[in-house]
């Protein structure tokens, strides 16, 4: 398997612009989660899908986020209008969780990172 | 709120030391404690994982222990080597929806 795969890898855009970041999970991975990772912060979870439907979105900083999860291989978060403090890495991660699995471990993605200028 | 704390921010060492790696968390309702290790540039990769019920986990040079009681976890690296020079991350999972409250991470450099 190819692992989680991330794109854009590298993204500089303006402020006010619309951005995407895309994410495919390792296949028949059933959650889904995207991070967000700052020197300040660290890293921190915007939003959980288990099985395609947004579990916990408590972290999506306001509503210029957004995040779907169309089918069970792919998922968007889209920051619109960007604005230079939403600039970080963004990554994606899946996990196979059966009921409340005690062996969850997350695979992350290389990430995606992103400059508003 | 959790939060999982982890000191010193960087640490180096010279090649072929044992060293420990702290973590703190203040949320004894713990579900698992999960350690990763982060390369510039590159994603997070699972290290270890230990469940709420186990005391430590081993996987070649690495060891990593969990005391519930405490608060506290440690990644012990033995024969310390310049390949294992990379950011180690600690992360708490209570339960609420697999949720992971992440440290900061230790920035490790081996010194050949």
Same mark, same amino acid.
């Given at each position: 398997d %190819? @692992?989680?795969i991330? =794109? ?7 402020? @006010?612009?619309?951005?995407?970041l895309?994410?495919?999970?390792? =296949?028949?991975h059933n ?6 990772? &700052?020197?300040?912060? @660290? ?13 916990? $979105?408590? @972290?999506?900083?306001? $509503?210029?986020?957004? %995040?779907?999860?169309?089918? %069970? ?5 889209k ?8 600039? %970080? ?5 899946? =996990?196979?969780?059966?009921?409340? =699995?005690?062996?969850? &471990? ?10 508003v200028? | ?6 000191i010193?921010?960087?640490? +180096? ?5 044992? *060293?420990?790696?702290?973590c703190?968390?203040?949320?004894s309702?713990? /579900?698992?404690?999960?350690w ?9 990769? #699972?290290?270890?994982?230990?469940? +709420?019920?186990? !005391?430590?986990?081993? #996987? ?9 009681? #405490?608060? !506290?976890?440690? *990644?012990y690296?033995?024969?310390?080597q310049?390949?294992?020079s990379?950011? /180690? *991350?600690?992360?708490e999972?209570?339960g609420?929806? #697999?949720? *992971? ?7 490790? +450099?081996v010194?050949?």
């Amino acid at each position: 398997d %190819a @692992g989680v795969i991330q =794109s854009p890898r590298h993204e500089v855009t303006e402020m @006010g612009q619309e951005v995407t970041l895309r994410c495919k999970p390792i =296949s028949g991975h059933n959650s889904l989660f995207w991070y967000r990772q &700052t020197m300040m912060r @660290g890293l921190e979870l915007l939003i959980y899908f288990n099985n395609n439907v947004p579990i916990d $979105d408590s @972290g999506m900083p306001e $509503d210029r986020f957004s %995040a779907k999860m169309p089918n %069970a291989s792919f998922s968007t978060l889209k920051i619109q209008p960007s604005e230079p403090r939403d600039s %970080a890495v963004y990554f994606c991660a899946s =996990s196979l969780r059966f009921g409340r =699995s005690i062996q969850e &471990t997350q695979y992350f993605g290389p990430g995606t990172r992103l400059l508003v200028l | 709120k959790q939060e999982v704390t982890q000191i010193p921010a960087a640490l +180096s060492v010279p090649e072929g030391e044992n *060293l420990v790696l702290n973590c703190s968390f203040t949320d004894s309702a713990i /579900y698992n404690l999960q350690w990763f290790r982060q390369d510039p540039g590159k994603g997070l990769t #699972s290290l270890l994982l230990i469940q +709420s019920s186990q !005391r430590e986990q081993t #996987s070649g040079r690495l060891n990593a222990s969990l005391d519930k009681s #405490s608060g !506290r976890s440690t *990644l012990y690296i033995a024969a310390s080597q310049p390949g294992d020079s990379a950011t /180690y *991350l600690c992360a708490e999972d209570t339960g609420a929806n #697999s949720k *992971l409250t992440f440290g900061k991470g230790i920035t490790l +450099s081996v010194r050949p």
